[in-house]
């Protein structure tokens, strides 16, 4: 009996490749990884792991001795060639957040318990997937009042660590109070909900554009996606002021002073404010002083320090802690006034006005009946009480004044008195007895015309504007601009306003009729190339209508004439002749280029009858037009040529100006 040896080492072969997705697991099997033993069964061949995967670890799958439970997820160091056959064996990707492993191996022996297979490197291929975060990274977006921040990289960034690289996507999901995002265009600057990262990495057109309201700061949110993973971060925007609001008169009553009087102007009389600066900075310049009283300049106790006079300014500060102090003269009967400008320092309010009414004078307004008037174009027309005319309970009517402010500008008021004569001023008085009228003097077609004016009682004035409508009238006649008309023979030629137009600047051009009074010999008129017509209009030239169509005959030149009327007038004028109208009608002259269309023909071919001797001593027959004669309508005889195709049997043709030479071509 042969007892057994067990001296075989076991042999491993190392086959397919192995691949495995990034992150996940994949089975070891007989394909990639033989083991075989001849004296020892596969159960019995343990592999033990020399060197661990770097970025991942051995699986075996099945229960461990004595277990039943599979040993899912635990690394394991030793395995037998049974597990491999039996499928047990994976090897797991397990490490790859924040890296991208490409590959793995690890190194194994396997022995029977006394033979051991020689050290074994078992590679692994891990082929990437997407499975990284992207991550947002950005710093704080500065941007001046009401301006633009292009969004580029070093203000926004973001980072997808999958290979190969991601696309990606910036998506707005929540949009910014003050501002907003968008994308200089050539043509033109749109709002966009999601750019790419791409896209502001190589000469961004992507920017935040600050709505220029007066904020200091500003945020909205941003998500980035690689198309599985997303990522959100609010971005903060910081405003930086710009100067750039005008201040504004918040509280302008004025003040109401006793005869005589000294009164603090304070904030409840005159207020200003500025939406971007310091309202207790905010500076009154005096552009005017008062004409009845003086502005004071007063200490914490109310002592008077200086008095404020042109040039000079004070602040809404010194107005809040009642600094400055009016002071009437005593005079009776008036109203005064102070003209300021109010400034930031930087943006000017400027010619305001606060006005000072002293208790006991006429504060009572006119009033003003302000309706308007029609007229026809150049005529004139009397403004009486029923369309203009104002009253005032404490002035009599002879100390109404109408001043004229900013005069028509198509016209003019006049007086009865002055005909004529434009007036600036007048008074209710001379509108009671119609002495005013307004005269339309204008040549334009304008159908409004109007005038400003103040009506004042002496004390207090009231600011209006007088509205005229012009009424039209057909009071101007046409003017016509004619050049001649070049055409080819048998052809037509439009007729345009280059060569005939008519101007009426008080009449449509459909209304301007031109009249046939001599049709063309030669050709016809046509509207819309079909239609001979003996009348059309302006219009018809304007939109291209018009033509003149030739007939085709051997003629140079042609001619028709007419009238124009604007549908009232029958007189026109002519151009460059603009002092005398005519009535008699215009002629154009047209001019036909030759068209070379006609065959020559045979008119005259009698033959030779005879011969006779001639001057050189020989014998033949002189031809002439009554023997031989071609005509052509649109050649002259000097340019109609004779060929010899086929020269006589019997003789020659000579022409005597070439020295009796032989030709074979001669001409009418």
């Known amino acids: 009996m042969i007892k057994p040896v067990n001296n075989f080492s076991p042999i491993v072969e190392v086959g397919d490749e192995f691949k495995v997705v990034e992150g996940n697991k994949s089975l070891i099997t007989s394909h990639h990884m033989n083991i075989t033993d001849l004296d020892t069964s596969e159960e019995d061949v343990i592999c033990t792991i020399i060197d661990q995967a770097n970025h991942g670890y051995i699986e ?6 004595g277990s039943e439970r599979p040993r899912k997820g635990i690394p394991v160091t030793t395995f037998s060639a049974s597990d491999v056959i039996d499928d047990y064996i994976s090897y797991v990707q397990s490490i790859h957040k924040g890296l991208e492993p ?57 980072l997808d660590l999958d290979i190969p690289k991601d696309k990606l996507v910036f998506i707005i999901t929540r949009e910014p109070k003050h501002g907003l995002i968008a994308s200089h265009m050539p043509t033109g600057t749109v709002t966009v909900k999601n750019f790419t990262l791409e896209r502001i990495a190589r000469g961004s057109t992507i920017v935040y554009q600050h709505d220029d309201s007066e904020t200091t700061n500003d945020d909205f949110e941003l998500t980035v996606t690689d198309g599985v993973h997303n990522a959100s971060k609010t971005l903060l925007v910081m405003v930086i002021p710009v100067d750039d609001e005008t201040p504004r008169l918040v ?45 004071s300049y007063l200490d914490f106790s109310g002592q ?24 009437h003269f005593g005079q009776e009967g008036v109203r005064d006034i102070i003209k300021f400008d109010v400034t930031d320092g930087y943006n000017p309010f400027v010619d305001r006005y606060f006005w000072i009414t002293v208790e006991g004078i006429d504060s009572v307004y006119p009033d003003v009946i302000n309706k308007g008037v029609e007229l026809p174009e150049g005529g004139k027309v009397i403004l009486d009480t029923n369309i203009l005319s104002t009253t005032d309970l404490n002035s009599n009517d002879e100390d109404l004044l109408f001043t004229i402010t900013r005069p028509p ?15 600036t001023s007048f008074t209710q008085l001379e509108l009671a007895g119609s002495k005013i009228y307004y005269v339309h003097t204008s040549d334009d077609e304008v159908k409004m015309d109007n005038f400003e004016f103040e009506v004042s009682d002496g004390y207090n004035s009231v600011y209006r504007t007088f509205r005229i409508s012009i009424s039209e009238v057909d009071n101007k006649k046409p003017v016509i601009y004619a050049t001649s008309l070049v055409v080819k023979e048998g052809l037509e030629r439009l007729i345009t306003p280059f060569e005939l137009k008519a101007e009426d600047t008080d009449t ?24 001979v017509v003996n009348s059309f209009t302006m219009a018809d030239i304007s939109e291209n209508m018009m033509t003149y169509q030739h007939d085709g005959s051997e003629t140079l030149e042609d001619e028709f004439s007419f009238v124009v009327s604007d549908g009232k007038h029958s007189e026109f004028f002519m151009y460059p002749d603009l002092d005398k109208p005519l009535r008699n009608p215009v002629t154009i002259k047209i001019r036909v280029v030759p068209v070379d269309n006609v065959v020559p023909s045979l ?30 309508r649109d050649s002259s005889e000097s340019a109609l040529t004779y060929i010899i195709t086929a020269p006589p049997k019997h003789g020659i043709i000579i022409n005597q100006d070439f020295i009796n030479r032989t030709v074979n071509n001669f001409t009418q």
């Open 508 to 531: 449509n051009r459909d209304k301007i009729v031109f009249k046939i009074t001599q049709a063309p010999i030669n050709g016809k008129i046509l509207r819309n190339k079909s239609t």
């Open 60 to 65: 075996n799958f099945s229960p461990a001795p």
């Open 102 to 158: 490409i590959d793995d191996k690890f190194t194994f022996s396997c022995s029977d318990g006394i033979n051991s297979s020689p050290l074994m490197s078992f590679p692994i291929q891990i082929e990437p997937s997407n499975d990284e975060v992207p991550e947002i990274y950005m710093r704080e977006f500065i941007v001046m009042e009401g301006t633009d921040l292009i969004i580029d990289l070093p203000i926004l960034n973001a």
């Open 409 to 423: 500008t198509r016209g003019h008021l006049e007086n009865t008195d002055f005909p004529g004569v434009p007036i």
């Open 603 to 632: 008119v005259m071919n009698r033959g030779a009858t005879s011969l006779t001797p001639l001057e050189d001593g020989n014998i033949g027959f002189r031809f002439n037009k009554k023997v031989l004669r071609a005509e052509d």
């Open 251 to 295: 509280i302008n009553d004025g003040l109401d002073i006793s005869i005589g009087e000294s009164k603090l102007i304070t904030n409840r009389e005159l207020k200003a404010e500025d939406l971007d600066s310091d309202d207790s900075s905010i500076t009154y310049v005096i552009r005017q002083v008062p004409k009845y009283g003086y502005i």
């Open 304 to 327: 008077q320090l200086y008095n404020l006079t042109h040039g000079m300014n004070f602040t809404q500060s010194d107005i809040d802690n009642e600094l400055i102090q009016y002071t």
